[in-house]
């Protein structure tokens, strides 16, 4: 039983679990990553220092160049990409990101993905259907 489903349009099909890391920001994927580590090299982005590698990466969509797709696909070749894709806004960078990374990737979700997931949140992607389900919700920091 899920705990919170999103439905939304697959643009890569296929079925993944796996942990989310959200970010409200788009992220460059020229100059924006390390394809080698999947790390964040971005100074000025939120999850600066952080890796996708293994993980569901929630975000509004790719920003710069097309070097998105060929950075993205190093990543991959290199074991250092994302399971999976979720993401708000669809361009040509984004698709063949999406295309070329061959993990599940869905967008149009009748819920915005960056608002109502949590970095690490346990979610399903199917990029077969567009469901994305929350299967467990991340820990709540604790108040110091």
């Given at each position: 039983m899920s705990l919170l489903t999103l439905r939304g349009r697959g643009v890569v099909g296929g079925v993944v679990e796996g942990e989310a890391l959200v970010t409200r920001?788009?992220?460059?994927?020229?100059?924006?990553?390390?394809?080698?580590?999947?790390?964040?090299?971005?100074r000025r982005h939120e999850l600066v220092g952080q890796s996708f590698a293994g993980k569901v990466l929630v975000f509004p969509g790719a920003k710069?160049?097309?070097?998105?797709?060929?950075?993205?696909?190093?990543?991959?070749?290199a074991g250092a990409g994302p399971i999976a894709i979720l993401f708000n806004v669809m361009t040509t960078k984004i698709a063949l990101g999406a295309v070329v990374l061959r993990?599940?990737?869905?967008?149009?979700?009748?819920?915005?993905?960056t608002e109502v997931l949590r970095t690490g949140d346990w979610v399903r992607v199917n990029g077969d259907t567009g469901v994305v389900e929350v299967l467990r919700r991340a820990a709540e920091p604790r108040a110091a």
């Amino acid at each position: 039983m899920s705990l919170l489903t999103l439905r939304g349009r697959g643009v890569v099909g296929g079925v993944v679990e796996g942990e989310a890391l959200v970010t409200r920001q788009t992220i460059s994927g020229f100059g924006g990553i390390n394809p080698q580590t999947g790390t964040i090299t971005e100074r000025r982005h939120e999850l600066v220092g952080q890796s996708f590698a293994g993980k569901v990466l929630v975000f509004p969509g790719a920003k710069g160049s097309s070097g998105w797709a060929s950075n993205f696909q190093a990543a991959r070749l290199a074991g250092a990409g994302p399971i999976a894709i979720l993401f708000n806004v669809m361009t040509t960078k984004i698709a063949l990101g999406a295309v070329v990374l061959r993990v599940p990737a869905v967008t149009d979700l009748d819920q915005d993905p960056t608002e109502v997931l949590r970095t690490g949140d346990w979610v399903r992607v199917n990029g077969d259907t567009g469901v994305v389900e929350v299967l467990r919700r991340a820990a709540e920091p604790r108040a110091a």
